[in-house]
T-cell receptor, first 113, second 117 residues
Framework: KQEVTQIPAALSVPEGENLVLNCSFT??????LQWFRQDPGKGLTSLLL?????REQTSGRLNASLDKSSGRSTLYIAASQPGDSATYLC????????????FGKGTRLSVIA | GAVVSQHPSRVICKSGTSVKIECRSL??????MFWYRQFPKQSLMLMAT?????????EQGVEKDKFLINHASLTLSTLTVTSAHPEDSSFYIC?????????????FGEGSRLTVL
């Protein structure tokens, strides 16, 4: 059974700092991996999608990497801003089974001005 | 990116009543939509897969008679919480995959917060 783990569970950094969020998954048989952002009481916003054949994706100040063989992904946020404060969720799309996405529990990020 | 819209965003109801939540894909067709439930400070748990023109597929432990799902068109799926009780209070989120392939990106609605008094 696929399991996704995110470390740390919570992170607080001063504004301007670069930071890395970690995600690991137990089964490398995946179609892709997605990173999402969730603000309190809101839905999920898709940030980056990495297909299983890809190594990384970039969007603005965000860079996500994928090492499928080791079951790891990182989300790098450059020059963090208070507006980046949110919960970041990592999810994988498993090849086997009917579940579209298996989610981690998220990392709650606070960027302090 | 693709847009998925949910309505209502918040609903408060009395115990014993039924509540319907709508999920629409605004700029793409979705033969399959997914319904999730999220408890405070927890991750999303898949409840069911909604299939256009056929019965929904429910995850283990989810009561199909309690959570009625209808996917009558390629852009609309509805979740009805029947005879709601306080323990049904939660955040419900729907999602749909653009393109229909398992490699496609999944987009989520804004969520619906249900409070049952």
């Amino acid at each position: 059974k696929q399991e996704v783990t995110q470390i740390p569970a919570a992170l607080s950094v001063p504004e301007g700092e670069n930071l890395v969020l970690n995600c690991s998954f137990t089964d490398s048989a995946i179609y892709n991996l997605q990173w999402f952002r969730q603000d309190p009481g809101k839905g999920l916003t898709s940030l980056l999608l990495i297909q299983s054949s890809q190594r990384e994706q970039t969007s603005g100040r965000l860079n996500a990497s994928l090492d499928k063989s080791s079951g790891r992904s990182t989300l790098y946020i450059a020059a963090s801003q208070p507006g980046d404060s949110a919960t970041y969720l990592c999810a994988v799309s498993p090849i086997s089974g009917n579940t579209p996405l298996v989610f981690g529990k998220g990392t709650r990020l606070s960027v302090i001005a | 990116g693709a847009v998925v819209s949910q309505h209502p965003s918040r609903v408060i109801c009395k115990s014993g009543t039924s509540v319907k939540i709508e999920c629409r894909s605004l700029d793409f067709q979705a033969t399959t939509m997914f319904w999730y439930r999220q408890f405070p400070k927890q991750s999303l748990m898949l409840m069911a897969t909604s299939n256009e023109g056929s019965k929904a597929t429910y995850e283990q432990g989810v009561e199909k008679d309690k959570f009625l799902i209808n996917h009558a068109s390629l852009t609309l799926s509805t979740l009805t919480v029947t005879s709601a009780h306080p323990e049904d209070s939660s955040f419900y989120i729907c999602s749909a995959r653009a393109g229909g392939r398992p490699t496609g990106e999944l987009f989520f609605g804004e969520g619906s917060r249900l409070t049952v008094l």
